[in-house]
């Protein structure tokens, strides 16, 4: 994933953590890449990487990355509870 155009000029956390209205993330087969494009036409989109089947999760930013973790690492920490 690839957030360099989220927000560029604000700091990485924004991009990361911004939560305004009406913005949504869709995953969707390659095979549909060009529907969904034609769906949206004239509307902001934004394609920010590929499910890829090394199961990780990397996020990057105008050439940094900021956040590289295995999928099952990732799961373990959302369900295990806090303290």
Known sequence: MD???????????AALYSESPGRFLVSVAPEHR?????LFRNQPLQLLG????DRTLVIRRQGRTLMKAALEDLQAAWQ???G
Do not use: G, Q, T, W
């Open 34 to 38: 060009e529907r969904l494009e034609a």
């Open 3 to 13: 957030l360099s155009a989220i927000v560029p000029a604000a700091p990485a956390h």
């Open 50 to 53: 590929e499910v890829r089947p």
């Open 80 to 82: 295990r509870r806090f």
